[in-house]
C-alpha cells in the first residue's frame, strides 16, 4: 500500500515537474518573442526607405551629407506641412524640436502650447535621416484614440420657474466636472502618442494616471500574447509621452476632429 502511495507522489511530482518546465519554456520563448519586437520595427522602417519615393529617389546622395541634416528635416516639415494644409478641419502638429504642441488649419497656426517635459523612444533617435525624412514628410493618420477627456462636454441644468430664478442662475458657477486630462493616440507606423496634464495635485489625478496606464499595458499584453498564441510578429510601438497643463490638453483634445491628421517634427 505504502509502494501505491509513494509511486501516485513519485508521479505527481513528475507530472508537477513537466508542467513547470513547459510553463517556464513558453514564458522563456514568449519574453524573447517580445524582446526582439524592437529589432522588427527597425527592418519595417527600414523597408519604407526601399519602397518610398519621397526623398530616396529625387535627391542625391549628397544632400545626405552632415552638414544637409538640418535643411532636409525642416524641408520634410515643411512638405507635411503643406500637404496638412490640403485639410478643412483642425490638425495637430507635434513640433519636439522646440517643445511645442500646434493646432493648424489649412496651413494656419491658430493655437501654440509650450511643453513642460517630452520622452521619446530611443528608436527615434537612432532613426537614420533617410528613415526620418520618407517617414514624417508627410501627416500621420491617427488609426485610434483613447482619452480620460469628455469630447464634447454638456452641462445639464434646470430650466428656471421665472425671470428671478433665471437672473440668480445666471450667476451660478459653472458645474461641469473636469476629468483629469490623459490622452492617447495610435498612429501609422504603429507609432504612439501620449499626452498626460503636467500635474497630478491629488487622488483622483493619481487614480486616473494609474488607471489610464493601467488599461494601456493590459492591451498591450494582451497583443502581444495572442500574436504570440497565433504565432503572429510582435508589434512594437515606439512612443512619444508629452506633458502638458491640464487646461491646454483638454482644449487641444477637444479640438481635434474624429479624423485627425498628426505632423511630428524631430
Known sequence: M????????????????????????FLFVYLITVAI???????ELAG???????????IDSIYFHTDMKDLLKEKAYKDALLKLSESDSIQLVVNLSDST????????MIHQTKVGELKRDKLFDKMPLQQEIEIFSKPLAIGSQSATIVKEPIV??????????ATLNAWKPDTLIQNPAFAV???????????EQDKTVNSLDKRAKFKFHLQLKVKKFLETLGNFMLFKKQ???PTITIKMPVEELRAIYRALPENTFVVLKF
Open 2 to 25: 505504502q509502494d501505491i502511495i509513494k509511486k501516485g507522489t513519485s508521479l505527481k511530482t513528475q507530472w508537477r515537474t513537466v508542467l513547470f518546465g513547459l510553463a517556464g519554456i
Open 37 to 43: 519586437a524592437p529589432l522588427n520595427k527597425i527592418k
Open 48 to 58: 519604407v526607405v526601399e519602397e518610398g519615393t519621397v526623398f530616396t529617389k529625387k
Open 101 to 108: 504642441v500646434n493646432l493648424y488649419i489649412k496651413g494656419v
Open 156 to 165: 445639464v441644468r434646470q430650466a428656471p420657474k421665472d425671470t428671478l430664478e
Open 185 to 195: 493616440f495610435f498612429l501609422d507606423y504603429n507609432f504612439k502618442l501620449i499626452f
Open 235 to 237: 508589434e512594437y510601438q
